[in-house]
């Protein structure tokens, strides 16, 4: 086989393959980049907060105008529980469970969701924030001529004082209050209502002065026995063109930006906590740090996790509108703040009810003017025709095909008549196989090939149609079944449990290998060489044990094997249409009436 007679259909199919194997890198590495910001982006660059565990070491100490005023520090009456106790807020979504040292979330359970061991999903790492810290700490900001560190570590590990009951009722509000012999005073309140997003409300001052802070999640985020867990968590920030993501490999040492950002959080790919400020410059802080797990057996060590974190806080100006009185004046650090907080699914419609919506946390990517307009599709089938997200994927898939039969049917015709005039082609090549690839009499050799496609009506990228027309609609589907939610644990029929996970028996990709083979098998290639054949005939089998290597979602293999089947029955029609067209031309040529 010469390396330079490949035919068209061997190339796109081989770029078919590389862009599968390319699909499954991207399964394999979610890391996604953080985009440059934009070149003239309402945002400044600041020394970073510094959101350092509390056992770090103490901050350098810098002259600070709001606390040179608080020279002489007021008395204050110190306020602090005398044991831990726990808190437990509750609604129909979501179960949190507070802790008064710290005021902290020691556990947040969306309730209409199970991890992927069956139990219910709780969205904290115990194992990791019981190390680095819990979410809803507090993160102090820069002050000068005094121990921040120390204070940090005072906050958040202080008793606060909470309420009597350990039930807070729904709607509710949960206050916090503490107050320090170093003159550290903080209040927390959170309301809770039914929905998704729960209101958060902090002071703090230093000796009756405010004190800059922010409010944090740390620890790690979301389902924590899904596959690469750990590898899915990135945080986010919502910049005024477009949202900003971040791996956990492009985050090391705490950064800090001020600018004006809608919204900033945490995410895995199914689930976010998001911080909703109020308008404004906001600052955000993201850091990593690293935990270590329980090992897997008695006396192994295990390795150190990364475990990411985020905070946000209100950037100077005036406090919280809430709390007018305890704000430090125009240009002093805020000592109120009001926030909202969101933390459940990644559902287009809980995200779309948030203000402002948050739909742009499902990242329907390259594709998204087809996956987005796909997957409502589908949710509508699910809603209005079948209840089973693997049959609507079905009556789609049978609805997409016969959409694009009229332009398949094109490219089939096309590709029969290539193939009837590949003899004349072969022909023409072996005369010139003789010259080199950059022989100026190459290029006779292509006008000859033109020529002959000219005359026999042939389009010479019309038998390629078919096969393109599949590749956006593989990454849209694959997008779909990857980041949805509704597909997360989708059920279809029996051994097929959850649409977004792989197949446990490789049932759909060996049927889909095989189905594969024989629609190839029938479908006419413009080629004679039987080297290419063989090689194009031995791709369904060479992408279906790479499916079985490297599995992909069970959904995304329903979806190639139906087109295949479907596939297989208009290659059927067209190729007994091209038949009769045959036969007639051939009785045309002896002299016979065509019946």
């Known amino acids: 086989m ?50 350092a565990p509390i056992e770090s070491g103490p901050a350098k100490p810098q002259p600070s105008a709001s606390l040179r005023s608080a020279a002489k520090p007021a008395p204050v009456e110190v306020k602090a529980a005398t044991a831990e106790q726990e808190i437990v807020a509750e609604n129909t979504l979501y179960r949190v469970v507070f802790s008064n040292r710290g005021a902290v979330v020691k556990s947040w359970v969306l309730k209409q969701y199970a991890d992927e061991s069956g139990s219910p999903l709780d969205v904290v790492h115990p194992a990791a924030s019981s190390q680095v810290g819990f979410p809803l700490r507090l993160v102090l900001g820069e002050a000068g001529g005094v121990d921040v560190a120390a204070l940090q ?57 405010p004190l800059a802070h922010s409010i944090s999640w740390q620890g790690g985020f979301g389902d924590k026995t899904a596959f690469q867990a750990l590898e899915q968590v990135q945080v986010f920030r919502r910049a005024p063109n477009e ?70 806080g ?11 009185e305890a704000s430090g004046g125009a240009g002093a650090p805020p000592a109120a703040q009001s926030l909202g907080l969101f933390v459940g699914p ?47 994927i079905v009556i789609m898939t049978i609805g997409i095909n016969m959409a694009l039969f009229p332009l398949k049917l094109k490219g089939m015709q096309s590709a029969q008549k290539m193939q009837k005039a590949a003899p004349e082609v072969r022909s023409i090549q072996d005369r010139y196989k003789k010259f080199k690839f950059n022989d100026p009499r190459k290029q006779e050799m292509q006008k000859e090939i033109m020529a002959v496609y000219k005359r026999q009506g042939i389009n010479p990228l019309g038998g390629c ?65 039987p080297a290419q054949q063989r090689m194009m005939n031995m791709m369904p089998i060479m992408l279906g044990g790479m499916f079985v290597v490297f599995p992909v979602s069970s959904g995304l293999m329903l979806y190639w094997l139906v087109g295949n089947i479907i596939g297989i029955g208009q290659q059927w029609f067209i190729n007994r249409l091209g038949a009769k067209e045959a036969e007639r031309d051939a009785q045309k040529r002896r002299g016979r009436p065509p019946r």
């Open 243 to 312: 949202v900003q993501r971040l791996a956990h490999k492009k985050v090391s040492a705490p950064k800090s930006e001020v600018g004006s950002f809608a919204y900033a959080g945490i995410e895995d790919l199914y689930f976010a906590a998001v911080f909703l400020p109020p308008p404004g410059a906001v600052r955000i802080t993201e850091w990593k740090d690293e935990f270590e797990p329980a090992p897997a057996k008695p006396g192994e060590k295990a390795s150190k996790q990364p475990a990411l974190g985020i905070a946000l």
């Open 346 to 392: 990644k559902d287009l419609d809980a995200l779309g009810a948030v203000k402002p919506p948050l739909s742009e946390l499902v990242d329907f990517g390259w594709f998204a003017v087809i996956a987005k307009p796909l997957f409502l599709g589908i949710k509508w089938l699910y809603h209005n025709v079948v209840a089973n997200y693997g049959w609507a």
């Open 465 to 529: 149609l078919p096969m393109l027309l599949q590749i956006p609609f593989l990454y849209a589907f694959y997008k779909v079944l990857s980041i949805t939610i509704e597909m997360r644990h989708a059920r279809w029929l029996g051994w097929i449990k959850d649409l977004s996970a792989r197949d446990p028996y490789y049932v759909l990709p060996i049927l889909m290998a095989v189905t594969m083979y024989f629609l190839q098998k029938m479908t006419p290639t413009a080629t004679a060489d």
């Open 2 to 51: 010469n390396g330079d007679k490949f035919s068209s259909e061997l190339r796109l199919l081989l770029a078919f393959a590389l862009s599968v194997v390319a699909m499954l890198i991207m399964q394999r590495w979610m890391a996604r980049r953080l985009p440059p910001p934009p070149a003239k982006a309402p945002t400044t660059m600041t020394q970073p907060v510094v959101p």
């Open 314 to 324: 209100v950037a100077g100006g005036e406090g919280g509108p809430d709390r007018p």
């Open 153 to 209: 570590k005072e906050v958040n590990e202080a008793l606060f004082v909470g309420p009597a009951s350990k039930k807070v009722s729904i709607p509710g509000t949960l206050a916090f209050e503490y107050a320090g012999k170093s003159g550290l005073a903080v209040k927390k309140r959170f309301r809770f209502d039914e929905s998704y997003v729960v209101q958060l409300e902090t002071i703090v001052t230093l000796n009756g002065a």
